[in-house]
């Protein structure tokens, strides 16, 4: 056979194929059911988006009542943004929903996650590496997504005279080995640390981890029920100290919050500089030192979390609606009109 004849037996034949392999893919499209421009699309999108201006432009935003629950740190975000979904998604209805026994906080909400009563959580801190696993047996996994940035913030009654302590010192203060303000640079009195106990919540549990590393509390700590009556009590007591999530502590009228460092000639202020006197709140109060926070120079940072369950059902679908408009720019400005740093 001649070169040319050859050649033309080859193009013919690579067009008679391109013809088959053409036919069976339109065949395919056509009459299987499968959308092959929806696959390459669902590819190409992550599950969180965080490019989107307004909640009015978030996607696969679910219809239907949600249960979801979880840390208290979250309650001013709650309180800002739920309303405001509510507005323009009337179609997902939220409902926080508290723990049947126990104190509300972040472990409670994961637990009850695992245990199906509720589309998604609410933490304060990370999830661990138990509840990953318990999530694995129970035949799904679990995802934690970021939205919003706090500090730990430490909270000491208004007249005593100390210009701010390490983080070192603060751990040695919890764990008992630090007893007297004098040890600190402060007036010769007594140092009564107050605490929330551990299984109540992600910032009690975050605080032991990664202040404490995992050092038991000092017999000398008082465990209280609540922020607002540990706030009072250090209020009273001239050498009460209290640690929190900064927005429950910055803004407050009758606690100081002190400056926190690495080291001693680094400390670095929750609030904004200058120091607003507590005589004028609560006409001006101190605002949150963003900046510090955002930048990780002031040294005890953490990030909101909601946790999401993948189980390809409507509860991840809630879940990752809620992460994506808390993701949004409106989302985020709600956050930070909350008392918290915007994660973007």
Known sequence: MSEKKETTVLVLTLLFTLG??????????????????SIANTQSQPAVQSNIATFAQAPNVPSGLFNY??????????????????IVWPQFRLRYTDPTVGA????????????????????????????????????FSLKEIPVAIDGIA????????????????????YTGKLTNWNQVG????????????????????????????????GSNVQFIPTTTQALREVAKNLG??????????????????????????DLISPYQEPFVSLA?????????????????????????????KQ?????????EAYANLLLTAQGQELITKAGFVSIR
């Open 311 to 319: 189980n390809d059902q409507s509860d991840q679908q809630a879940g």
């Open 154 to 173: 430490i909270a000491v009654n208004p007249n005593l005279n100390i210009p701010g302590i390490t983080v070192a010192q603060l751990k040695d203060i």
């Open 240 to 265: 009460g100290i209290y640690y929190a999530s900064a927005p429950e502590i910055v803004p407050q009228c009758t606690v100081k919050p002190l400056p926190l460092g690495r080291t001693a000639a």
């Open 280 to 308: 004028r709140c609560p006409q001006e109060r101190n605002q949150l030192n963003a900046v510090a926070f955002q930048t990780g120079q002031y040294p005890i940072t953490r990030r909101l979390f909601v946790i999401v």
């Open 20 to 37: 088959i392999v053409g036919g069976g893919f339109w065949w395919f499209t056509k009459y299987s059911g499968i959308d092959v421009g």
């Open 69 to 86: 629950g979880g840390s208290t740190t979250w309650a001013p975000i709650r309180k800002e943004v739920d309303q405001a979904i509510a």
């Open 104 to 139: 509300p906080g972040s472990g409670s909400g994961i637990k009850m996650l695992l245990n199906n009563q509720l589309a998604f959580s609410q933490s304060s801190r990370s999830l661990k590496d138990e509840e990953y696993q318990e999530a694995q047996v129970r035949g």
């Open 186 to 217: 402060g007036p010769d009195l007594n140092i009564t640390p107050y605490s929330r106990r551990l299984e109540e919540g992600g910032t009690i549990d975050f605080f032991a981890e990664n202040v404490l590393e995992d050092e038991k509390f």
